[in-house]
T-cell receptor, first 112, second 112 residues
Framework: TQLLEQSPQFLSIQEGENLTVYCNSSSVFSSLQWYRQEPGEGPVLLVTVVTGGEVKKLKRLTFQFGDARKDSSLHITAAQPGDTGLYLCAGVRIGGAQKLVFGQGTRLTINP | GAGVSQSPRYKVAKRGQDVALRCDPISGHVSLFWYQQALGQGPEFLTYFQNEAQLDKSGLPSDRFFAERPEGSVSTLKIQRTQQEDSAVYLC??????????FGSGTRLTVV
């Protein structure tokens, strides 16, 4: 059983559409991070959220941490082909030291 | 260096061979992590160092896997008597305490 469940696992949409990726758990996290990974490269950190209810924006990307710090979402507005990639959520559990656990990822394809 | 450097980028090993994967973290980063990533999946935690101390090795799949960081900087992940199920991308990440992780580009290991 995956500690962090991401949905959907695959998403293919047209350029200009909006989308939301979800990251859910039954565990409480001290922080949650979102990464983007390109083929042949390591994950690159997009954002870290640490406070329940926190919302952070990065251009067309909006990240939210759930009030109970068990879940998070990533919303992309007006998706572009350059947004294509593997999106990973990852969290540090309460009492988990610095050990980061990852979801299985959402493979996003934006079609021109 | 400016980023986390991993070598080799690609490694093909015959089943039963021993391999050694190297990680050169960002200078000054105290924490170093090794992850294993199967194709299309999120990274799975292997082990974690703080300076030269290995604080968590709970993710190492078997006693064929061994990691060290003798001087608190460069780390080596060694896999003895490789098997086909060891084929994966091995990612190294480093961080300064409390910051997000910076990942290397990984080593793709193929066991034939």
């Amino acid at each position: 059983t995956q500690l962090l469940e991401q949905s959907p696992q695959f998403l293919s949409i047209q350029e200009g559409e909006n989308l939301t990726v979800y990251c859910n758990s039954s565990s409480v996290f001290s922080s949650l991070q979102w990464y983007r990974q390109e083929p042949g490269e390591g994950p690159v950190l997009l954002v870290t959220v640490v406070t329940g209810g926190e919302v952070k924006k990065l251009k067309r990307l909006t990240f939210q941490f759930g009030d109970a710090r068990k879940d998070s979402s990533l919303h992309i507005t007006a998706a572009q082909p350059g947004d294509t990639g593997l999106y990973l959520c990852a969290g540090v559990r309460i009492g988990g030291a610095q050990k980061l656990v990852f979801g299985q990822g959402t493979r996003l394809t934006i079609n021109p | 260096g400016a980023g986390v450097s991993q070598s080799p980028r690609y490694k093909v090993a015959k089943r039963g061979q021993d391999v050694a994967l190297r990680c050169d973290p960002i200078s000054g980063h105290v924490s170093l992590f090794w992850y294993q990533q199967a194709l299309g999946q999120g990274p799975e935690f292997l082990t974690y160092f703080q300076n030269e101390a290995q604080l968590d090795k709970s993710g190492l799949p078997s006693d064929r896997f061994f990691a060290e960081r003798p001087e608190g900087s460069v780390s080596t992940l060694k896999i003895q008597r490789t098997q086909q199920e060891d084929s994966a991308v091995y990612l190294c990440a480093s961080s300064f305490v409390g910051d997000g992780y910076t990942f290397g580009s990984g080593t793709r290991l193929t066991v034939v």
